[in-house]
């Protein structure tokens, strides 16, 4: 059986062109393939705003290293191929918005700004997630007392 085959821990994330297979094809370094992966199912994810979390730590952290070398080239297709590489991958995964432009930003980078592109991206994701409702618990249900029984 073939990895593509199997998912370990259910098929939630299964995918007609896995995320892996895109990173291989583009020639993508590891922390940005990690960072385009919490990207990729964030809105699949158990926890989507702990996964685009994750991917601003990895962006930062490529950050980091452009300050001690700058992106190395090491067998990578032209441009064009990434471009519809990463178009098919996120044709094939529903990836829209923004973060399709950070899977762009980070496939492509060339600049620390393209990387803060994509930071910024992924913070405006984050930003559109919805708050969750604070629950009642023995420390805060006598303030929510108070707030009803004030108005």
């Known amino acids: 059986m073939a990895a593509n085959d199997r998912q370990v821990g259910g098929n939630h994330y299964k995918s007609p062109y896995e995320h892996w297979d895109w990173v291989l094809k583009i020639g993508m370094g590891y922390l940005e393939g990690v960072a385009t992966k919490y990207i990729a199912r964030w809105d ?4 989507p705003l702990q996964d685009l979390q994750k991917s601003g730590h990895y962006i930062e952290k490529t950050l980091e290293q452009i300050a001690v070398a700058q992106r190395q080239y ?22 829209t918005g923004e973060a ?7 496939a492509l980078w060339c600049e620390a700004s393209d990387l803060q592109s994509a930071r910024a991206a992924v ?6 997630i919805p708050a969750k409702p604070v629950p009642l618990e ?3 249900k006598h303030a929510e007392r108070t ?3 004030n108005t």
Do not use: M, Q, W
Request: charged share 30%; aromatic share 4%.
């Open 100 to 106: 399709y432009s950070a899977l762009t930003s980070l």
């Open 123 to 128: 913070d405006r994701l984050i930003a559109s």
């Open 138 to 140: 023995d420390s805060n």
């Open 147 to 149: 707030d009803r029984n």
């Open 44 to 47: 699949k994810a158990p926890k």
């Open 74 to 95: 090491i067998l990578r297709p032209d441009r064009h191929v990434i471009v519809a590489e990463t178009e098919r991958f996120a044709a094939a995964n529903g990836i």
